[in-house]
């Protein structure tokens, strides 16, 4: 599966913002989805993240309240709305998937990513 994230800008700081993740090639319903996210000079970290059956998505804490990831029906495209946006959400963005039925935390544990969008929060 190919993955392709867009949605990424420059906003400000308590504002919010959408990314898209458009799979081609197949659908992600076979696939445990998630979002990960990589600071400028800093490691990738885990977002948000759900299962292929669909189950209770899990959140990173810097994460929880704030952002939701979820999945269109026709489950080929995932998206992460993210609201009340920080300066500290700074990052590249990045989509992931993985074709088991459990949301790995560490970013070795996903095959298919997309290629990252920039998302800037000013103060």
């Known amino acids: 599966v190919q993955l392709q994230a867009s949605g990424g800008g420059l906003v400000q700081a308590g504002d919010s913002l959408r990314l898209s993740c458009a799979a081609s090639g197949r659908t992600i319903n076979s696939y445990s989805v998630a979002w990960f996210r990589q600071p400028s000079g800093k490691v990738r970290e885990f977002v948000a993240g759900?299962?292929?059956?669909?189950?209770?998505?899990v959140y990173a804490d810097s994460a929880k309240g704030r952002f939701t990831i979820s999945r269109d029906n026709a489950k080929t495209t995932m998206y992460l709305q993210m609201n009340s946006l920080k300066p500290e959400d700074t990052a590249v963005y990045y989509c992931?998937?993985?074709?088991?039925?459990?949301?790995?935390?560490?970013?070795?544990?996903?095959?298919?990513w997309g290629q990252g969008t920039l998302v800037t929060v000013s103060s």
């Open positions: 992931a998937a993985v074709n088991i039925g459990i949301v790995p935390r560490t970013p070795g544990s996903y095959p298919y």
């Open positions: 759900m299962t292929r059956s669909g189950g209770r998505p």
